[in-house]
């Protein structure tokens, strides 16, 4: 039985991550940090691989800011593959806190890359690191790709030019299987409400059911790549099984703006999003970023792994998905 650990297993892609994993019969430990509140909704529906006869499912308190914490774990668990998908990851809030997002999103993977070096375990463990397409920034290239110049317009994207950087200089100077995923703006019903998708869907849901009136938004001009997280995942996870490590863009190869993604989600529900949208600038960003469009041709070729669901379906199923669950609550 293979054994993975995860970071940021709470999170959105930790959750679809977990579930993948346990569907191939893996043994899943994931990190938490210890909270005075839960922060489990998204993995609750897989407590049954935390108890009993399938337990296959551990959680265990850490954090990326301690570094003791991480190599006692990797030194006791021996895990055969490694995903570091924790980080302070919302861009516009790293512009407010921008020391603790270089702490965790940037030096967090340092720790673990020591950790993996100290722990003894470089020479067993596959180890994933989660690059961003805001690495590219002010894009030098359309559409963006694994050679494309990187150009970071935010402390968020600085901070993972320097965790992507490490990866592969830990890989070249220790031998360590490690890859970076340069993952494109993936979303899912599970997408923090923080997130301008996930704001926009339950937004339209909530406006529906006649719980909300209003939408305040910042930039509705830039332009995003996005896919379906649960698709993303499972690109993550073929990386680790390829011969060699490398670095992969996951992406759609198709651009659209917020309205456009504003449109599908109102459209679902029946309204115009012109009558409830609002101008906020406190939701803009000191330093945009205007244009994004990854190529994922690399991965399909290497990997096998292309994206199923485009932006039209990935804004009506999280609608779907949203006023179902508010219609239940």
Known sequence: MKKAFITGITGQDGSYLTELLLAKGYEVHGLVRRASTMNRGRIDHLQSYEHGPEKRLFLHYGDLADSVSLVKLLYALQPDELYNLAAQSHVRVSFDIPEYTADITGVGAARILEAIIESGIGKKVRFYQASSSEMFGKVQEVPQRETTSLYP??????????????????????????????????????????????????AAARIKLGLQKDLYLGNLDSKRDWGY???????????????????YVLATNETHTIRAFLDAAFNRVNLDWHDYVKFDDRHLRPAEVDLLIGDYAKAQAQLGWEPKTRMKALAELMVDADLAALSKA
């Open 153 to 202: 317009r935010s402390p968020y994207g600085c901070a993972k030019v320097f965790a992507h950087f490490l990866t592969i200089n830990y890989r070249e100077s220790y031998d360590l299987f490690a890859c970076s995923g340069i993952l494109f703006n993936h979303e899912s019903p599970r997408r923090g409400e923080s997130f301008v998708t996930r704001k926009i869907t339950l």
């Open 229 to 247: 997280a649960k698709e993303y995942v499972e690109g993550m996870w073929l990386m680790l099984q390829q011969e060699k490590p490398d670095d």
